[in-house]
């Protein structure tokens, strides 16, 4: 079973944010917050963190 830490969400204005699952808070990736994305940015940015995600770390 796939185990998903984190996920985008699609803002008022129309951009793209992907979210830390267990807070709801923005992701950083390389200490940048990954917000204002286009759908496809963040797509990639989402699969590539979970690919990274801990697996010992618990689910949201």
Same mark, same amino acid.
């Given at each position: 079973?796939? *185990?998903?830490?984190?996920?985008? %969400?699609?803002?008022?204005?129309?951009?793209?944010?992907?979210?830390?699952?267990?807070?709801? #808070?923005?992701?950083?990736?390389?200490?940048?917050?990954?917000?204002?994305? %286009?759908?496809? #940015?963040? #797509?990639? *940015?989402?699969?590539?963190?979970?690919?990274?995600?801990?697996?010992?770390?618990?689910?949201?």
């Amino acid at each position: 079973m796939t *185990i998903f830490h984190f996920d985008k %969400r699609q803002e008022p204005d129309g951009t793209w944010t992907v979210v830390k699952l267990s807070t709801g #808070e923005p992701a950083k990736l390389n200490g940048q917050f990954c917000c204002n994305l %286009r759908r496809d #940015e963040a #797509e990639e *940015i989402t699969n590539y963190l979970n690919l990274l995600a801990d697996p010992d770390e618990p689910p949201p």
